[in-house]
């Protein structure tokens, strides 16, 4: 599905891509899996997951799945899962049909219904995932649900993050949040900024021991690795909020102790005020060549 991209970025690679798609028995099924490229719809996803290798069957099965919840055809996608998909995919496909199925009654639905739904829920990232869905769902019509089931998502993420994935959680309330409470949304950032702070500690004293994030005395801001993303991804949620409180968003982008993600905020606060989007840097730059470039 990916071979146009592969002839335009690595097309040095495109042939041995083939070739070892030939040796798997891909090649005759290329016409099914074209119909998967783009915008595929439901029945091109289904017949290219009959014909497909085994090995892709239930990645193009469950495509097809969450194709239908996108469309609102919750039974179709039911009816895949349960026909084509095996334990942990089914179970993410029938948990995302219930998060979908409790979004529906979102208008109706009352703070408890979905807290027991959240309840029986194993992982805090369904829990999140299912509180912002009915959430955004709700903003509309019942905007008091909404704003009390992101406090409850909110709730979930006031701890200590002991992992990147804790991080996403964090910034995916806060996201949520900026559009109906900004002042909620700070409040979701402002610890995590402080937690970068002393993870950025750390790795200037681990630097040129277990990673390598300085490079004469400056810290690169774009190295490829999760700390600096994470970075990067609190500074663009501060330049959403920036939208309605400059102020509070300036001065939590001043808390970073390290004057390269300091800069890099700034910067990405003032190229949201301008409508300016922000460029990616590719490989190991400096906070001074990311400037330049933008």
Do not use: C, W
């Amino acid at each position: 599905m990916v071979l146009p991209m592969v002839d335009q970025y690595l097309p040095m690679k495109a042939q041995s891509l083939r070739q070892k798609m030939s040796e798997m028995g891909m090649s005759g099924n290329m016409a099914q899996f074209n119909a998967t490229q783009g915008d595929p719809t439901i029945d091109a996803l289904v017949m290219a997951a009959a014909s497909a290798p085994q090995q892709m069957q239930s990645r193009l099965y469950q495509q097809a799945a969450y194709r239908a919840l996108e469309e609102g055809d919750t039974e179709r996608a039911r009816q895949i899962a349960t026909d084509h998909l095996q334990s942990n995919a089914r179970d993410s496909v029938m948990k995302r049909i219930d998060f979908r199925e409790m979004a529906k009654k979102a208008e109706g639905a009352r703070l408890d219904d979905v807290r027991q739904a959240v309840a029986r829920l194993q992982s805090d990232n369904e829990k999140i995932d299912m509180l912002l869905q009915v959430a955004g769902d709700a903003q509309q019509s019942n905007p008091k649900l909404a704003l009390q089931l992101l406090d409850e998502a909110k709730q979930i993420t006031n701890r200590r993050a002991t992992s990147y994935q804790q991080f996403e959680q964090q910034l995916k309330v806060a996201h949520a949040l900026a559009a109906i409470d900004p002042a909620r949304s700070f409040e979701v950032l402002d610890p995590g900024i402080s937690q970068l702070n002393e993870l950025l500690a750390a790795a200037a004293v681990l630097s040129g021991f277990e990673i390598s994030m300085f490079r004469d005395g400056e810290m690169a801001m774009q190295g490829g690795n999760g700390l600096t993303s994470y970075i990067n991804r609190f500074g663009q949620e501060l330049a959403v909020l920036a939208r309605s409180d400059f102020e509070r968003s300036e001065t939590l982008a001043g808390r970073f102790q390290f004057a390269e993600p300091r800069i890099m905020t700034r910067l990405a606060i003032v190229q949201g005020l301008l409508g300016i989007r922000s460029a990616v840097p590719r490989g190991f730059m400096s906070i001074n060549e990311n400037i330049r470039q933008n």
